[in-house]
Every structure is written in structure tokens, then in C-alpha cells.
């Protein structure tokens, strides 16, 4: 959902390390444009689904945890895909439940997951609230307060 990288590059020119992702073939292939042009070192392009994408961070954790390196949690996931990414929540349901011994430590947290999403509704935080529950059934990780209309 990175679409051509208007996130992930200047996340990446900070210093970040970024994995960005669209499905799109076309924007994958700009978005690899981008990246070649802006000269960033730490910007990985994928071209993935969004629940694909998803699962394999974890399948990175893994293979760091196997290979006996320091394990780098991904701190932020963004999904800009303001029409159907809250459709993709569901994705995350579960699937850190193996490394609770790594986010157990004082300073290591669950990533954040950024949503951009449009809704019609005449109270769009009451709207994606409701619809973010229904994706996330853990309702007490999501709050009103985190979503901007």
C-alpha cells in the first residue's frame, strides 16, 4: 500500500529502515524508480499482497531469531490505502503471539499500525472505530482517541 513511495522515501532519507509494499505493478515499478532517483540505502520495495506483506515480517522475525542475530521488531506499520485498508486489519490479529518473550522487555513495543482509510458516515471516528473492533477483535488495542478525522 506504499503506492510510489510518498511515505517511505522520506522515512527512509531519516534514517529509517522502511520495507515498502504495493500490489500494483505499476507502482511497484515507480515506486523502485523512486528509490533508485532519491539514492536511499534503506528503502526495500516489494510487490506483495497487503496480507502477504504482512506475515512476512513476522517470517523475518523468525529467521533473525534463528539465526541467533538480534532481533529488529518492525516499529511502524502504514497502510495507505485510504479505500480498503481497514479491510486488511485483520491481518495483524495474532500474529506476534510467538514473540511475547521479545516484546515483554521494557523498551521493545508492539508496532504501531497507521490506517488511512475515507469513510461516509456523517461521524467518521464513531465509523472507523466501529469498523476497526470488527476487524481487531482485541477492541481494548483500539481507542477513539487514535483515530483523526
Known amino acids: 500500500m506504499a503506492g510510489v513511495g510518498p511515505f517511505a522515501l522520506p522515512a527512509s532519507k531519516k534514517g529509517c529502515i522502511v520495507h515498502a509494499n504495493d500490489l500494483n505493478p505499476e507502482s511497484y515499478k515507480w515506486l523502485c524508480e523512486n528509490i533508485r532517483l532519491n539514492k536511499v540505502k534503506t528503502c526495500f520495495a516489494h510487490n506483495l499482497d497487503g496480507r502477504e506483506m504482512i506475515f512476512k515480517s513476522v517470517e523475518k522475525l523468525n529467521h533473525q531469531r534463528a539465526s541467533d542475530k538480534p532481533v529488529q521488531i ?12 481497514i479491510e486488511f486489519l485483520d491481518g495483524f490479529v495474532g500474529i506476534f503471539k510467538d514473540f511475547h518473550e521479545l516484546l515483554d522487555v521494557p523498551e521493545t513495543e508492539y ?10 458516515s456523517e461521524n467518521p471516528r464513531e465509523d472507523i472505530l466501529e469498523v476497526s ?10 481507542s477513539s482517541r487514535s483515530i483523526h478525522s
Open 111 to 120: 508496532p504501531m499500525v497507521h490506517c488511512h482509510c475515507f469513510s461516509r
Open 74 to 85: 518492525f516499529q511502524h506499520y502504514l497502510m495507505n490505502l485510504p479505500d480498503s485498508a
Open 133 to 142: 473492533k470488527k476487524m481487531i477483535p482485541s477492541s481494548h488495542l483500539i
